[in-house]
């Protein structure tokens, strides 16, 4: 079983940044696939990035360019920068984990075993 707690999150004007973190309990880390997903307000969960086990990346168009995904293993966490933020940004950010023998960027929700608590930000005009 693994466990994912997310710290950060909270309220910032437009333009400005936050980073999340995801850290995650147990001693493979290494070997999890980690994905960012968000949920605004009366929308559906949707992905925001993922990063494989490899380091490979994915970002969805609507925050590519702005929002940088990374992982550090030696910590146990994965990161989420996200930078140039927009009011429609506003949402439950939740991380997820699932082990993975691919090098692929798992991308959506089913391909994901376990989940943060989420983490509220909001982006104020």
């Known amino acids: 079983q693994v466990q994912l707690v997310e710290p950060g999150g909270g309220l910032v004007q437009a333009g400005g940044s936050l980073r999340l973190s995801c850290a995650a309990s147990g001693r493979t880390f290494s070997s999890y696939a980690m994905g960012w997903f968000r949920r605004a307000p009366g929308k559906e969960r949707e992905v925001v990035a993922g990063?494989?086990?490899?380091?490979?990346?994915y970002y969805a168009d609507s925050v590519e360019g702005r929002f940088t995904v990374s992982r550090d293993n030696a910590k146990n966490t994965a990161y989420l920068q996200m930078n140039s933020l927009k009011p429609e940004d506003t949402a439950v950010y939740y991380c997820?984990?699932?082990?993975?023998?691919?090098?692929?960027?798992?991308?959506?929700?089913?391909?994901?075993?376990?989940w943060g608590q989420g983490t509220q930000v909001t982006v104020s005009s």
């Open positions: 990063i494989s086990r490899s380091g490979g990346t």
């Open positions: 997820a984990a699932v082990e993975s023998r691919s090098t692929r960027v798992v991308v959506t929700t089913a391909g994901y075993d376990y």
